[in-house]
């Protein structure tokens, strides 16, 4: 029986010695390519010409990868609609335009400077208020939450309030930044280590980006150094990164992003701008109650539609509402792609029910307590 007892973590004794293995531990080979991504200057516009000559005429260049080298330049857990590398539109701020292969790993970043970017900058969408205005949406929740009658609720309620709850973004942090080493096989086959929540994922976008069949690939995950729902779709660009560079070099590549690089390039948790109206009785009881809630996805899918959703279901937290009304709405914007973070848009949904008994309690010089002890399930 365990029931009571103290049982460690399988990997607690490795992880404080210092002995557990995460990708960047595994040793390098001789042969060893180590991969930088070049990323965008501006938040949108487009990609005019990229000029190689002073990074090629360093002692440790070994080549460059861009989108014409990708047999697919196509990803997305849901829609198939970012570029793995930019081909001519940039939409946000750090996106990967293009690969340079080291031979040497302190090279790396000096690589990076030393590529030269012409971009043509145009106007960006930097937030959700801006996206509403020129109704840049990625997805539109097809159908509203709906229990009883809210308008005539709320028409009849002794007390109306109307507001809007707002909260930023979060970067997951997680211990390993993103991260992936691959080895070219025989017959044209990948093997991929990497830092993922979701190998299947990283095998079909490393499988498509190089053309070649899924069985061809294998994605091995020991572990992943943390993840919160950042590697849950973006740690497979990243793999692909470095498996193009194994494919067409032949020689292992191994692509770390530093900490400072990984902020800068992937999503964080979707900032949420939600409207309501509620209608409530002298008790502080809910009658009625109508939220919009609006999500900043950034400016490809990733896995937008299904947290917008998620926070929609999350909106009633612990309380019965008998009159509702939650619609939801994820726009377009020229931010980073917004993806998967722990909670996956429940806690913007349940934040927006919890600061509204705040903003009752104030109304009517009430505890906040009481109230939510009136309206719980």
Known sequence: MSVGKNIGHDSGVSHVTGKSI???DRPEYGQELFV????SPIAKGKLKNINISKAKAHEDFVGMISAKDLATNRWGTIVHEQPILVEDKIAYRDEAICLVASCKRESVEELISL???EVEKETPVSSISQAKEQESMIYKA???FVRGDVNNALKSAPHTLKGVFRCGGQEH???ESQA???YPLEKGQIEVHSSSQHPSETQRVVSEALGIPLHHVVCIVKRMGGGFGGKESQAAPIAAYAAIVAQKFGRPARCILTKDQDMKITGKRHPFENEYEVGFNE???????KVDLASDGGAYADLSSSILERGMFHTDGAYYLENVAITGTCYRTNNH???AFRGFGGPQGNFTIESLFEDIALFLGKDSYDIRRKNIY
């Open 22 to 24: 995460f990708v960047d």
């Open 36 to 39: 930088g991504v070049v990323t």
């Open 115 to 117: 590529v030269e970017l």
């Open 142 to 144: 097809p159908s509203a």
């Open 173 to 175: 942090f997680y211990m």
């Open 180 to 182: 992936c080493v691959a």
């Open 283 to 289: 008790q502080g009881e809910i009658l009625a109650l």
């Open 337 to 339: 792609p917004n993806t």
